[in-house]
């Protein structure tokens, strides 16, 4: 196995091979040996606990495969990984289903199926502004944003143009915790300056970060931009390992500076898409990458291709790929920087009426029996929530009991 650090999968797979072998040879290990990593390193991995949560898995297979319908694609982080994720993507637009986004985890997404909400459409019309700011990412905003076809807005974004932005972009392997790659993408004298910095191994890491510092002070006041946590991560890392790398002072001026464009697009601005990603919000602007199946995923795969054949046209494919997010990044930041002005182009989420009910008067039922049902509803609400005084209140101050239905008022 390639990778250097064991995940759960891993060893539950180790396990199922295990039970593959009890089914043929009638002996169930107790243990089994992973071999992994590039040093080829052996760990032992008790298997007895694992068996109970393969076999449960093997019995829910089993369950559906018993049915006679297919289940309906359920789109996951593990996706990105599989063969058919195009054609289950398809499936999943085409019934609207809810597992399109990809931050709802699946227990909302059945909390939402007990209230009888399955498709984006109808998660949509449950939007309902809240007066009080909130810091959470709004499901239901951001499907009504899909729905309408335009950006929302939920309060003001702050946006402050200091300094000159640079953008960057950072290229790593996480289970090796080793950065190999830095592209930073500015403007000077009109025209747009790209870099790139790359390190063969972890050993050439610190001369990469160091000529990249050296980069950044020949800037005027330099303002990292870049998009999500892992270039915050990096930084951090790059500090602590090379203290001795450049200015301290003038490293965390750089890093107080910095501008994270998924912070300001997470609770304030609901682009049009399924997710927040960079790929997602940056091919909505009309930004496209030159490899269609580009991801960070796809880059570590390549990366992996590289250091076993040094093969140059992978390299230009990661440094390549890299310009590109540089790139994407910059056109996120424009799109936020104009929404920011009073003549955005941009739906606020403090003005969306409320679309649904809004009927007042009598229903008209299909059938007589819905009307007793709904009555019946009504005095369900009677019996429950109104209150009637029972007492003289100058005498007896909070004194109340429960109006029995069609009693009025006291």
Known sequence: ?????????????????????????GTVPAAGEIIHGREYRREQVPLAAIYRRVTAILEKISEQ???PTAPGPVLNKHCAECQFAQRCKQIAEERDDLSLLSKMSQKERQRLHDRGIFTVTQLSHTFRHRRRASKKHDLALQVLAIRKNQIHVNGKIAWTALG????????????????YCVGIRFQSAGAVVRSSFWADDPAEEEKMWTECLATLRTIANPRLVHYGSFETAFLRQMRKRYPTAGSADFLDRTMESALNLLAVVYAQVYFPTYSNSLKDVAKY???????????????LDWRRQWERVREPALKEKLLR?????????????RALSSLSLPDANAVDAARVKREYPQRFGENDFFLPEFEQINSAARWEHQRKKIYRQTCDPATAKGRSAMREPGESRG
């Open 1 to 25: 196995m390639f990778t250097e650090r064991l995940s759960v999968v891993d060893r539950m797979l180790l396990a199922f091979d295990a039970f593959v072998f009890s089914q043929v040879y």
């Open 65 to 67: 495969l018993a049915k």
């Open 164 to 179: 000159t932005p640079v953008y960057i972009d950072v290229e790593g392997d996480p289970d090796r915790g080793f950065y």
């Open 285 to 299: 602007l009309g930004f496209s990458w030159s490899e269609p199946t580009a991801s960070g995923l796809a880059a």
């Open 321 to 333: 790929y890299n310009a590109e997010d540089c790139a994407a990044a910059e056109i996120v930041a």
